[in-house]
């Protein structure tokens, strides 16, 4: 279907730097399509010392919205009318909806992230949780599971320090949850519901964060890594005979729930699965 664009076409789009490798474009625009509405989404790059002028832009074009990424979505947000409760705990803004000049922020990576764990049956209330990895995405992980109700989450970091820092801030902020730091041998010592791995470990290398025939207990695995679609960790749970998932969901549900955000509509969320599978097939 081609897009005509007419003087009432919504702008949307994506700010970072660089841009050119993102997968938001075409599971947007394909979205926007499948509801017949009249808007696109385009990608921005914009230089880290130019950020403040491209807020400003928004504003001035009244571009209806847009979505953050890498380096901008924590140093965007003092730029903002309002940013969520959920983005403030986080410390970091993914998407951006201009109403009517007023510049709201959330993210959604977190709950794209426990969306992505329906398609294992898995609920984290209550649960046991270990993750692997202390960066950006844990944290927005982190929350997420935390306002889900998970009722403990172990970090591992090869920096400890970063996985201890970030249990420190966590561990008093959600009444519900408790976080604590651990080393991967006392991980393995455990019984775990959910394993999550958001390391960047298996992304571009043919290792793994964790051996799982270690682990006393583990009943599933996610891995956020979506290229390539199957890491050597997902390898080895299927070898053992462990559900688990790997990061195309949460790219996906990401999506989605900034689409909901934007639209105050239901994502088309297997037209958006479809495409972003296109996309991702000649890697897998
Ligand atoms: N599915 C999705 O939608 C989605 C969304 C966001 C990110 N991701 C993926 O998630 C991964 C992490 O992203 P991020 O933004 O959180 O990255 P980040 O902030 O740079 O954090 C990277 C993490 O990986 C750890 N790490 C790196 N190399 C390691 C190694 N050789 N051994 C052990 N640990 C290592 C780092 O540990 P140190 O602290 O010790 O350096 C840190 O905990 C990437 O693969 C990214 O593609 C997926």
């Not at 309002?82 to 922020?105: E, K, M, P, Y």
């Not at 679609?229 to 070898?239: C, D, G, I, V």
């Not at 996906?252 to 037209?271: H, V």
């Amino acid at each position: 279907m081609t897009l005509l664009i007419t003087g009432e076409t919504q702008i949307y789009g994506i700010f970072g730097y660089p841009v050119k490798h993102t997968f938001s474009p075409p599971m947007q625009n394909a979205a926007f399509q499948a509801v017949h509405r009249n808007a696109v989404y385009l990608p921005f790059e914009v230089h880290p010392d130019q950020l403040a002028t491209a807020v400003e832009g928004l504003r001035s074009l009244q571009i209806a919205g847009v979505n953050v990424t890498v380096p901008h979505k924590i140093e965007i947000i003092p730029y903002l009318d309002h940013v969520t409760s959920t983005a403030l705990r986080i410390g970091a803004v993914n998407t951006i909806r201009n109403d009517a000049g007023r510049l709201i922020g959330t993210n959604t990576d977190g709950l794209g992230f426990v969306r992505s764990l329906e398609e294992l049956s898995f609920h984290p209330e209550g649960s046991t949780i270990g993750i692997l990895g202390a960066g950006g995405s844990t944290r927005s992980i982190l929350v997420a599971l935390a306002e889900a109700n998970a009722q403990f989450i172990y970090l591992v970091n090869r920096t400890a320090h970063r996985a201890q820092r970030l249990a420190e801030e966590f561990d008093t902020r959600f009444p519900d949850t408790q976080v604590q730091a651990v080393s991967l041998d006392q991980l393995y010592g455990l019984s775990i519901d959910l394993l999550i791995n958001t390391t960047t470990v298996g992304m571009k290398d043919d290792l793994s964060p964790a051996d799982l025939h270690r682990f006393h207990t583990l009943h599933h695995v996610a891995d956020i890594i979506y290229s390539p679609s199957q890491t050597p960790l997902l390898k080895q749970a299927e070898a053992l005979n462990i559900p688990a998932i790997n990061g195309i969901g949460m790219l996906l549900y990401q999506g989605c729930e900034a689409f909901r955000f934007w639209t105050n509509q239901t994502a088309p969320t297997e037209i958006m699965r479809a495409q972003l599978l296109q996309l991702l097939q000649p890697r897998i």
